[in-house]
């Protein structure tokens, strides 16, 4: 079964951007990420019982938000695209995550 905001654009030609979220703890990212996405993972803005017993981000999260293709693209582009969506990847802040971050994006 599709979600609700794949049914509402499931015919449309979308452009997705990945957005890394990074930055130290307690400085916003999860709270940015919730206020700005609409679709969320599981894993998205600490729902493991884990990061909530212990206040951190303990793994990547991942969340979208879609808007339309601006005109200014639409005319400069060949392409035909009609919504743009970015991803956010809300990342640990804590240094001793870093490798987290590290082994799940492949930077190894």
Avoid at 50 to 66: A, H, M, P, V
Avoid at 88 to 101: M, Y
Wanted: charged share 20%.
């Amino acid at each position: 079964m599709a979600t609700k905001a794949a049914e509402t654009h499931e015919n449309s030609n979308i452009l997705n951007f990945n957005i890394g979220v990074l930055g130290h703890v307690d400085s916003g990212k999860t709270s940015l990420s919730k206020a700005l996405s609409i679709v969320a993972s599981t894993a998205a803005f600490d729902k493991n019982p884990q990061s909530k017993e212990r206040g951190i981000t303990l793994d990547l999260g991942f969340s979208s938000f879609l808007v339309d293709f601006p005109d200014h693209l639409k005319k400069s582009s060949t392409s035909s695209y009609d919504k743009l969506q970015f991803t956010l990847v809300d990342c640990p802040g804590h240094a001793s995550l870093i490798k987290t971050i590290i082994g799940k994006f492949g930077f190894y």
